[in-house]
Every structure is written in C-alpha cells, then in structure tokens.
C-alpha cells in the first residue's frame, strides 16, 4: 500500500516522505517468522513483534486480479513455494473465526493436527457439522466458555480439551499516534467520518486514510485511491466542500442505519466495491476497472462458495487471463512510447 500510494504521488509531481516500522517495505505482505515469546502478549515489557502473513498463505483471489494497471503480477520461472509450517502433530486445535484466514488456516492444519474444531459466530446455537472433505474438521457454534484445564465448551453443548485456542477474529483500526481531538474517531471498527472511506472534512485535503475498505480487491482498490489522492493534492482534482461532505457521508450513514448494517460493516463494500472503483476512476480521468477483472473476480467468488478445497488449482476462466496479459503488454507499450 505504501509504495503505491508513493508512486502515486511521485507521478503527480509531489515530494514524498515514508515511515515504514519495519526495516523494509511491504507491511503485513513482507513474511517473517519472528513471533512474540509472549503468546497472550500480557508483559508489557515484552518485545513487540507485528506479525506478518503466514507462511502457507494462498491468496484468495488470482493473481491478475491483484496486480496493478501497469504492473502484473507474474509467476517468475525457476521459484518455488516455501515449504509451509504447521502445528506439530497429533493437537486439538481451536480457531475462532469463519472468514478467509479461518478457511485457510483450519484445512492447512487439518492435515497435521488430531482434531481441528472451528467457532463461528455464524453458525446458528446447534450446529456440529464435519466438513465436507475432511475426518477432523468440524464446523461450531460460538464458544460459550473456556475452562481452567483446557476444554472448549461450545454453545451446541459439545466440550473438547484444546492444545491450541487460534483467533483468525480480523483486526481493530487504531491510530495511537493520531491526535485530532475527536474530528476523527474509531467507533465499532467504523472510521470516520470519512468522505468515501478516504478523506476526513475536517482536514481534507491534508488527511485521508488509504485501504480502510474492505472486502475488495485490495491492490486495485490501493492504486485507484493512490490515484484521487495524488490529484486532489495537487489541485487537478477538486474536492467538495466541507459541508457537502458531511451532507454525503450523513446521508449514507443514515442508508445503513436504516439497512440494519451495524458500524463494523461501515467499511465493507463486497459486490459494490466495482461502482466505487468505477467513480475514483472517473474522478482521476483514467479507464474504470477491466471487464476481465470484474469478470475474473465475481467467478472467483463463485468457485470460492462452490468448490473451497480446490478452486485454487481448478480454474475455467483461460480466455480473460488471455485478456489481462493482452491488457498489461498494451499498457507496457504505451509506457515505453
């Protein structure tokens, strides 16, 4: 996200500064394996490590669709995967959660573990369902308490003494170092108030937030924001004033409200992520997203739902890869006239 939103700039004509925490660049996407000696993370003393993906980690969404307008990303010959790491054998493991790291997580350590059991705030108060594929994966009810020896008690009444308890729960938004004396707040994971999830009225242009929405494609989603930002900065692109940001964003807080979303979900933006793409786009004065990747990305979804063991090495969709490749060598070409 950081160096995109960089480049943005730079081409926009603007000097840039980067703080980067880390030693190099590429955030929660850099892998590394250095973990806290604290698992609960209750010494306050304790060195704090900011934890990367993992290791087995297989995006969820193709890699053309992840990449960026004039920068695929290609498989380079000659590399192979890094090994993956698991829990050690014969564990009973608990993960909390049900959304894309859950999935994933839960089938890699069904492969090693003795029993995996999965906790989902989703599932209605009885469900005890094994999932389809697997001898050791069952699918829970919330858990309803945890006990000093160990076992998980769920709310279908059903208890297993856990080795391991893994939250893939998501994450908080938190800006500790942002003082802004209440013009923008955190509330229920709900940023804001923001105009279109970037810009904050009460500082704009001088503050926006890049990638608070979610469920999108995430890169795409980073360069068209890098994009609107970059304009708006340098005066090529106008913003509305303050108070007709305030009207927007009031308005469509009022929409959620009345739709029963709670503000957690303020940020999600799921099948309507193409729309707003679509106007960032036409804010920038550049093209709107691909029909391939529009196309590529809804079939995924699509597989996701229907076949989650395999739709990763099972793929129908040959002709808009075709398209994407077509789309990125006519971009490189007019980048090099």
């Known amino acids: 996200m950081t160096s995109i939103t960089a480049r943005e700039l730079r081409r926009e004509g603007h000097s840039v500064v980067v703080f980067e925490r880390q030693k190099h660049v590429g955030g929660t996407w850099n892998y590394t394996d250095h973990v806290e000696r604290d698992p609960l993370s209750v010494d306050p003393t304790r060195p704090i490590v900011y934890s990367s993906v993992y290791r087995s980690l297989r995006t969820n969404l193709p890699r053309e669709c992840m990449g960026f307008t004039d920068f695929p990303f290609v498989i380079r010959p000659g590399e192979s995967r890094d090994p993956r790491r698991f829990p050690r054998h014969g564990?009973?493991?608990?993960?909390?959660?049900?959304?894309?790291?859950?999935?994933?997580?839960?089938?890699?350590?069904a492969g090693v573990a003795k029993e995996v059991h999965v906790a989902s705030w989703s599932n209605t108060a009885d469900t005890f369902i094994?999932?389809?594929?697997?001898?050791n994966l069952w699918m829970h009810s919330v858990i309803e308490?945890?006990?000093?020896?160990?076992?998980?008690v769920f709310q279908n009444g059903k208890t297993v003494l856990a080795d391991v308890i893994m939250h893939c729960t998501g994450y908080k938004y938190h800006f500790p170092f942002l003082e802004t004396s209440g013009s923008v707040a955190v509330d229920d994971n709900s940023v804001g108030p923001l105009y279109k999830h970037v810009f904050s009225p009460a500082f704009a242009p001088s503050l926006s937030f890049i990638g608070i929405a979610w469920k999108v494609l995430p890169f795409h989603l980073f360069e068209l924001q890098s994009k609107w930002i970059s304009g708006v900065l340098s005066g090529r692109i106008m913003l509305p004033s303050k108070e007709d940001m305030m009207v927007e964003i009031k308005t469509f807080y009022d929409t959620l409200e009345a739709q029963g979303i709670p503000k957690r979900y303020t940020h999600y933006l799921g099948l309507s992520q193409f729309e707003y793409f679509d106007w960032l786009a036409s804010q920038c004065g550049c093209s709107g997203t691909e029909k391939w990747r529009k196309e590529m990305c809804l079939t995924s979804f699509m597989r996701v739902m229907k076949h989650p063991e395999t739709y990763r090495d099972e793929w129908e969709d040959h002709h808009l890869v075709s398209q994407a490749y077509q789309d990125f060598l006519s971009i490189v070409l007019i980048n090099k006239i």
């Not at 308490?145 to 998980?152: I, K, T």
């Open 145 to 152: 308490r945890v006990q000093e020896d160990g076992s998980v």
């Open 130 to 135: 094994k999932q389809n594929g697997h001898t």
């Open 91 to 109: 564990e009973v493991v608990v993960i909390i959660g049900s959304s894309s790291s859950a999935v994933d997580i839960s089938r890699d350590v």
